[in-house]
């Protein structure tokens, strides 16, 4: 018997997420692959996110929950490191044991590119937008506009690329 391998999420998956016909955009592999932690306790939304992120060249970390995620993050002197062992952070906001926004939030407020952090949720409320905005987070809206999330990637490997190049060698 042969096995094969099938992949993550197929397109009829992503096009029930997105509720249309499903195209990824034209990306580019990067040589060596940025890592991304994804946090959502959706299983068909942490496999299509799994998926549009390895699309994009990067290696993912997938969690169901903020709390699994926090423990990777501490450093010796209990804040997250910017040279961490995650590049980006994907996050949904309504989680069992800790909100996304709380999880982003103290992401941040220990050192964390807050251009590095995406917020998404398929409920914003009028405190969840403000919230995520004075913290300087992306924002997407679920079913999540593929473009648009692409176009947040470039920006956030922009950052990563100017800290890597103004930080000493």
């Not at 999420?9 to 991304?36: D, E, N």
């Not at 992401?107 to 405190?127: K, N, Y």
């Not at 937008?129 to 004075?134: D, F, I, M, P």
Request: charged share 25%.
């Amino acid at each position: 018997m042969r096995l094969t391998r099938t992949p993550l999420v197929s397109s009829q998956i992503m096009g029930r997420v997105l509720g249309r016909r499903w195209h990824m955009p034209r990306v580019t592999v990067r040589r060596s692959p940025m890592k991304a932690a994804l946090v959502d306790d959706e299983d068909v939304i942490r496999q299509f996110m799994t998926a549009v992120l390895e699309l994009h060249g990067f290696d993912v970390q997938a969690f169901v929950d903020p709390t699994e995620c926090l423990p990777r993050w501490r450093g010796p002197d209990g804040g997250v490191s910017e040279r961490g062992w995650t590049d980006i952070v994907v996050t949904d906001i309504r989680m069992p044991r800790m909100s996304g926004i709380d999880f982003a939030e103290e992401l941040v407020s220990s050192g964390f590119d807050p251009a590095r952090v995406a917020v998404m949720s398929g409920s914003w409320t009028d405190e969840d937008t403000e919230r995520v905005g004075a913290l300087g987070c992306a924002r997407f809206a679920k079913p999540i506009c593929i473009q648009h999330f692409s176009e947040w990637l470039t920006r956030a490997e922009i950052a990563m690329s100017r800290q890597r190049e103004s930080s000493p060698a």
